[in-house]
Nanobody, 120 residues
């Protein structure tokens, strides 16, 4: 009943920038935490950044100073602005949200992922 749709991935050169977006839709009562995870080939999925409903943020050490997470509660959307991208940032990026659905109650919801490739 609740879906997350990511967009904004693509191919970028080292040092470049991308902005990822993730919009929640469906029978949503409220959204608590939202975050971005990534998974590189052969590696486990890892947290990149998350943000609470009140706007408190948390970043992986590798993302600090380069990435910025934000959200628009009116649009049920979370963003990840990525600057100074490095080849090691190459991964599939997944959106995650903790949602209170109108019928189902608490749900942990994942998006389908969007591919970010950083290469010269």
């Amino acid at each position: 009943q609740v879906q997350l749709m990511e967009s904004g991935g693509g191919l970028v050169q080292p040092g470049g920038s991308l902005r990822l977006s993730c919009a929640a839709s469906g029978s949503i009562g409220s959204i608590n935490d939202m975050g971005w995870y990534r998974q590189a080939p052969g590696k486990q999925r890892e947290l990149v950044a998350d943000i609470t409903s009140g706007g408190y943020t948390n970043y992986a050490e590798s993302a600090k100073g380069r990435f910025t997470i934000s959200r628009d509660n009116a649009k049920s959307t979370v963003y990840l602005q990525m600057n100074s991208l490095k080849p090691e940032d190459t991964a599939v990026y997944f959106c995650y949200a903790e949602v209170i659905a109108m019928v189902s109650g608490y749900l942990g919801v994942w998006g389908q992922g969007t591919l970010v490739t950083v290469s010269s």
